[in-house]
């Protein structure tokens, strides 16, 4: 297999792990609060990760070459990116479900561009533009979508408006840590697993602090929900990584970008599939309208 069709097959596995993991996060999250969703799920992705990087790395002394300022950005971007983002996107998961989640979610590129823009001086063409008014477009349109059968209107415009405050906490995050990535080639799988690290800490430290400390610390104790929340977590938290991140090495960048975006598709037939979520007229215009932004965005 070539290089190209390697990097092509991973970024289709990784748009199918995510758009699965998302389906199984909507059914761990109808058992469990979002933050102790989010807790639970860092926890699984860091041991998984911790064992990677004893297989792959020397060791922590190949970080000795860093600064403090690296170190300190990366966390932040943990924070905001993986502790504040991810317990949002749960709450929002729960309010609209996989589907029309999954039309919003095609705002993370554009986010990505406009912070960018705004942090690293990056410019904008007109095809960003254009590509990133056809996916506002198609979130419009969802919103106007029917709530689901237990969700009022006010509900899945909250939801729509927390998803999308998430994907732009998301794209912040990663944005601030590029930097430290490209231009000190700080390791990658290092990286990961230190913002994992911080956004684990301090949902932690808020777990402990809280009067809900309880319920929130229950879900690692062994139980039937089990069965569906740790694969969705070793799906979100560490494949689709790996694989996302195995599509951007040995595919083109815009190729890979545009394949991983089919996750819309895949997770909108699983919600229909498993979830038995509506799919109407309405939302597959949505979602057509959206993935052209994405499209467009991606290849400019």
Not at 153 to 176: D, E, H, K, N, Y
Request: a positive charge; proline letters at 3%; aromatic letters at 10%.
């Amino acid at each position: 297999m070539g290089t190209s069709l390697l990097g092509e097959s991973c970024a289709l596995l990784c748009a199918l792990g995510w758009a699965l993991a998302l389906v199984l996060f909507k059914r761990s999250g109808e058992h469990v609060p979002p933050l102790a969703l989010n807790l639970f799920k860092n926890v699984i992705g860091l041991i998984l990760l911790a064992a990677t990087l004893l297989i792959m790395t020397d060791g922590a002394q190949s970080l000795d070459r860093f600064s403090r300022d690296d170190f300190a950005i990366l966390l932040l971007s943990g924070l905001l990116g993986i502790a504040l983002a991810d317990t949002i996107l749960f709450h929002s998961l729960n309010l609209i479900g996989v589907g029309i989640l999954s039309i919003v979610d095609c705002l993370y590129s554009p986010f990505i561009i406009f912070f960018a823009y705004l942090v690293l001086g990056e410019e904008l063409a007109v095809s960003d533009y254009v590509g990133i008014g056809l996916i506002l477009v198609g979130v419009f349109i969802s919103s106007r979508h029917t709530p689901p059968a237990d969700r009022t209107r006010g509900q899945l415009v909250i939801g729509i408006l927390l998803g999308v405050l998430s994907l732009a906490l998301m794209a912040f995050g990663i944005v601030i840590a590029k930097p430290v990535l490209d231009v000190n080639d700080f390791p990658l799988i290092w990286a990961t697993t230190l913002r994992l690290l911080a956004g684990t800490f301090a949902l932690a430290l808020f777990a402990a602090a809280s009067s809900q400390r309880r319920e929130y610390w229950s879900v690692f104790r062994p139980s039937p929900i089990w069965k569906v929340s740790i694969p969705a977590s070793i799906l979100g938290a560490y494949l689709a990584m790996i694989l996302w991140m195995a599509a951007f090495k040995y595919a083109k960048a815009s190729i890979a970008g545009i394949l991983s975006q089919t996750s819309i598709i895949f997770a909108i037939i699983l919600a229909t599939l498993i979830l038995k979520e509506s799919f109407t007229r309405r939302k597959l215009v949505a979602v057509t309208v959206a993935a052209a932004g994405v499209v467009i965005v991606t290849l400019a």
